[in-house]
């Protein structure tokens, strides 16, 4: 593995790189919070699977959950932290250039 993190480069982040955990912060991304259900919902996850990802993306100071009332329902918001924020930028930017170093040598052995 550590072969491919020199190729992805230093902003490559294990953590982000499990496609649940990137859909999520890539959909908290756009919005200020989410509620629990429309994550849970656009991400096509179960509630269990939200939860341990939550739980794991707040433990590395990527989201905050807060609980708060919406009428008399208890409702669970997620919301991207200027630090996953710049972590998911970071790791982006190294897929883009794992993708590109990948056309380039594609592209090279093709000719």
Not at 17 to 32: M, N
């Amino acid at each position: 593995m550590s072969a491919d993190r020199g190729v992805a480069g230093p902003g490559f982040n294990e953590l982000m790189h499990h496609p649940s955990r990137l859909a999520v912060l890539a959909f908290l991304s756009g919005c200020v919070e989410a509620d629990f259900a429309l994550v849970r919902d656009r991400c096509e996850l179960s509630d269990s699977a939200l939860s341990k990802i939550a739980k794991t993306l707040e433990e590395a100071g990527y989201i905050d959950v807060g609980k708060g009332r919406a009428g008399r329902k208890v409702r669970t918001w997620l919301a991207l932290t200027p630090e996953g924020g710049n972590a998911l930028a970071a790791h982006l930017d190294a897929l883009q250039a794992v993708a590109a170093a990948a056309r380039s040598s594609a592209s090279t052995r093709l000719t």
